[in-house]
């Protein structure tokens, strides 16, 4: 970290632009405000000052950047690639300020211009390319990877607009552009050298070549050009810079000339718009309909695009071909990149002329797949016309790795048609399928679930066969979040107290915060604890009054569910539990409830309904619960619009509990739970992804549990749940039904509720009403629980204490030795000038 850049320093003053002192960062601030920014300093607005400091940031990381690259290429290492259609990175000036150790001189060289750090920090808008968790897991491993100086690429789409901003009208979700290249983004490299071509439709010709040899020739209908445009990622106070890489489509020429000459401008610009349009929008997820034919595209361009750039790298490096899983190793973020199991054999038979088995061999050791869900609707397939459309050769491909592979299923399961037919990568039960799921194991040598029960139940359903022949493939990796986004940079007050109690070793050995464990009781520091979290409530509830104008009060129990908006994930069961504590206080003002602030937050897909509709209760709750005399304040609602990483960053540390109520079985892993408990807060939870994990780690005294578990969930369905029994038995939650549907919380409108409760009452396919009993109860215990403040501090700081095993670090540790098999390169900065 302090080996600074040797070239071109002076015995008196460090170089303007890698200097990590206060007066070069001062010299490279001024120079970019002028030089970059064109402004002088007492005309420069506050965006000025963002990018100006921003590109003295990232002069910083260049150097880095520069001597990362060169090592790997001279000691010829091993590099793992992260492809995934999502990374939610976040804002990156604060990060990159805490992982270069350069915030306090950033500041002070900022104070000496008169400039406030926190207020540049705050214009930053986010690159919202993700929907949500599989987006932030994307991005907590890219920081990891660089922190633990493992050599990685991540590989992406560039979209042009990523996840909408969400505005609340009159209770409802509006979707709002997101805007977040409006104002230019200073940390994006574009690399138009790097660039590929990407074949769509058409159709394919057998030929023979000179040597004899049958090969396959398509005959593409159009191709769109991928060009690389690189955000760098230093890791934390490391040497390491590595790169996020990601592709932006573009037409291969501005216009077609013959149709052009022909007169036919419209048509020649028509297809230059298409290329174009290949990146311009992410895909919401939770979209009840599929089978977007823009959506298959997007995924194998980015895909092409990445293994295209793998084999030039690998050129670059002198290796041959069938060194390509020794150089390199792939991880699928899901299925949204699995078309790498064909396009890889399509480069490597097709274009690099190998034989079929070599490239087979070659393909399964470099790849390695993640599965991220159980629920049905969520496996990818797609329908076989669009795909035969879209991509001929790679369904031939396709075609052959499934006959190959069930002669493979035939040989051990000789007979067993009922087997072959549920393991094919091709769905022949109705109209055709492409199964990518089954492509991916297929095609990998290794495939993971994201937290141990997740990977027990997917051995036991979606996957059974495969885990019956492939045993020795599957594996679990629970997944993890980083402490220097989460805790380091968005709770600094609990980082300073952490350094102060446990050395400021923690943010990349998170087992050390088991040393909290010894102050839990400690009455000094339970004060100091309790501080820090109350400036963060402070700070949230100061968020909350300029985003809602709702006053809330700091002292009260922040209660907060914050995460996509999803029936499985029961944010309506938190929804029907305020509505029974606010029916309690209107038949007895005088009942002492301690006081509750419930915050929710986070986005629906615009095509999810009920999603919708379930924002709109909870708005529609707020409205009245934050207003009738009867509550006195007692209980406050709060919906936070735009849930994104930046809101994020000061909601999870102002918690003092987390919302983890899904459904057991349905949450794979969840990371949100693993945020909250870094940061102190309590679980209330049912036994599902992770919160097992955490649970474990914490012991059960300092969890609140309830709910039903996997297997009550399955056998309950097996047995014909009836819903609205449990409503004819509680006669309070018939109140609760009562209310809603009376159009208390929808302004006299009785009918708005009606397709919610008609669903909970006729269908629940998420057991709310099963799981509702327990969860008020358990709530009560929540409540009775926060009276004793010295026993819910020990139990907070505990929490904190033993979250060391989430961080991403373990989880990166884990994906290198079980997995990729691969080492970390330790960078000095001084090798490459
Ligand atoms: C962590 C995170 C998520 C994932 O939350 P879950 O509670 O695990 O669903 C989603 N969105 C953002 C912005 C996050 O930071």
């Keep these: 970290m302090d080996e600074a850049l040797t070239i071109t320093s002076t015995p008196c003053a460090e170089p303007a632009r890698s200097g990590l002192g206060v007066d070069a960062l001062k010299r490279d601030i001024v120079d970019n405000l002028i030089c970059l920014q064109a402004r002088y300093p007492e005309i420069a607005t506050p965006h000025d000052w963002y990018m100006a400091l921003a590109y003295a940031v990232r002069d910083r990381m260049m150097a880095r950047r520069v001597a990362t690259t060169y090592t790997y290429v001279a000691r010829n290492a091993k590099v793992a690639c992260y492809l995934s259609a999502e990374f939610l990175i976040g804002p990156q000036l604060g ?25 540049l920090v705050a214009i930053e808008e986010e690159p919202g390319l993700g929907n949500g968790g599989l987006g932030r897991l994307a991005a907590c491993y890219l920081d990891s990877l660089s922190t633990l100086e493992i050599p990685a690429i991540g590989y992406g789409i560039r979209y042009e607009f990523g996840i909408f901003d969400q505005e609340i009208r009159d209770g409802w979700q509006v979707e709002v552009t997101d805007k977040w290249l409006q104002k230019g983004n200073p940390w994006e490299i574009l690399r138009p050298d790097v660039a590929f071509y990407v074949n769509f439709g058409g159709r394919t010709e057998q030929e023979t070549d000179a040597q004899g040899h049958l090969r396959v020739r398509w005959i593409p209908a159009y191709t769109v050009k991928g060009v690389a445009c690189d955000t760098p990622l230093p890791g934390y106070r490391v040497n390491t810079c590595n790169t996020l890489r990601l592709w932006k489509s ?11 000459n022909a007169g036919d401008y419209y048509e020649a610009v028509h297809e230059k718009v298409q290329s174009e349009t290949l990146s311009k929008v992410l895909y ?13 595209a997007q995924q194998y361009f980015f895909v092409s695009c990445s293994l295209q750039d793998m084999l030039r790298l690998l050129e670059l490096k002198g290796e041959s071909v069938d060194r390509f899983a020794h150089v390199f190793t792939a991880q699928l973020n899901d299925t949204h990149p699995s078309i790498a199991v064909a396009e890889l054999m399509r480069l490597l038979v097709d274009e690099k002329l190998l034989p079929w088995d070599k490239a ?16 049905p609707e969520a496996l990818e397939t797609w329908g076989l016309p669009l795909f035969q459309s879209l991509l001929p050769r790679l369904l031939e491909i396709i075609y052959e790795i499934n006959r190959r592979f069930l002669d493979e299923v035939r040989l051990r399961y000789p007979g067993d048609d009922a087997r072959l037919a549920r393991m094919s990568l091709i769905d022949e039960s109705g109209a055709k399928r ?41 594996h679990n990796v629970t997944n993890g979040v980083t402490p220097r986004r989460f805790m380091a940079l968005s709770n600094p007050g ?5 350094d102060e109690t446990v050395g400021d070793g923690w943010a990349t050995d998170l087992g050390l915060l088991r040393k909290l464990d010894a102050y839990a009781d ?139 109520i899904s459904t057991a079985g349905k949450e794979a892993s969840g990371t949100g739970n693993m945020k909250f408990m870094m940061n102190g807060a ?36 097996r047995e014909g749940y009836r819903p609205a029994d449990y409503v004819r038995a509680n006669e309070e939650l018939q109140g609760v039904f009562d209310l809603i549907s009376s159009g208390h919380f929808s302004r006299g409108d009785r009918e708005m509720f009606r397709p919610l409760v008609d669903n909970l009452l006729n269908h629940d396919p998420f057991l709310v009403l099963a799981d509702y009993a327990a969860y008020v109860a358990r709530q009560q215990d929540v409540s009775a629980a926060w009276q004793d403040s010295r026993h819910w501090t020990r139990m907070s700081i505990v929490n904190t204490a033993h979250s060391g095993k989430f961080s991403s670090d373990r989880a990166i540790r884990e994906y290198s030795e079980q997995i990729w098999d691969i080492k970390p390169v330790r960078i000095a900065l001084e090798q490459r000038v």
């Excluded at 070659?362 to 869900?373: P, S």
């Excluded at 955490?694 to 009550?712: H, K, P, Q, S, Y």
């Design 95 to 119: 990060n990159n300020l805490i992982n270069l150790g350069i915030e306090s001189n950033a500041h002070a060289a900022l104070q000496t211009l008169g400039i406030d750090l926190d207020t």
């Design 250 to 260: 573009e037409a291969v020429e501005s216009f077609d000339l013959q149709d052009f």
């Design 284 to 296: 919401p997820n939770d979209e009840p309909e599929a089978g977007k034919r823009l959506r298959l």
């Design 360 to 375: 087979w061999e070659i393909t399964r050791h470099t790849l390695a797949y993640t599965n991220h869900t159980l629920l």
């Design 434 to 474: 492409v199964r990518m799921a089954h492509l991916a194991t297929v095609g990998s040598h290794a495939v993971n679930g994201v937290a141990a029960l997740h990977t027990q139940l997917l051995e036991q359903t979606v996957l059974r066969d495969f885990a019956d022949l492939w045993p020795e493939r599957f």
């Design 494 to 498: 609990l980082a300073k107290l952490l």
């Design 522 to 660: 400690d009455a000094a520091f339970q004060d100091r604890w309790r501080s820090v979290k109350r400036a963060n409530k402070e700070r949230l509830a100061a968020n909350i009054r300029s985003a809602t104008g709702i006053v809330v009060d700091p002292a009260a129990l922040f209660d907060i569910q914050v995460k996509r908006i999803h029936e499985y994930k029961r944010q309506h069961l938190n929804a029907l539990y305020i509505i029974a504590l606010y029916l309690r206080l209107r038949r007895d003002p005088k009942l002492a409830v301690p006081p509750r602030c419930f915050v929710f937050g986070g986005k629906a897909a615009p095509g999810y309904a009920m999603a919708k509709l379930i924002i709109r209760l909870i708005n529609g709750v707020a409205e009245v619960v934050n207003h009738d005399p009867a509550v006195n304040g007692q209980l406050k609602v709060v919906f936070f619009p735009d849930f994104n990483v930046k809101n994020a960053q000061f909601i999870y540390p102002a918690a003092n509990l987390s919302e983890q």
């Design 682 to 717: 309590l679980t209330i939870g049912t036994l599902d992804g992770a919160n097992v994990e955490i649970r474990e780690e914490v012991g059960d005294e300092n969890f609140f549990l309830f709910g039903l578990t996997a297997d009550d969930v399955e056998r309950v369905k």
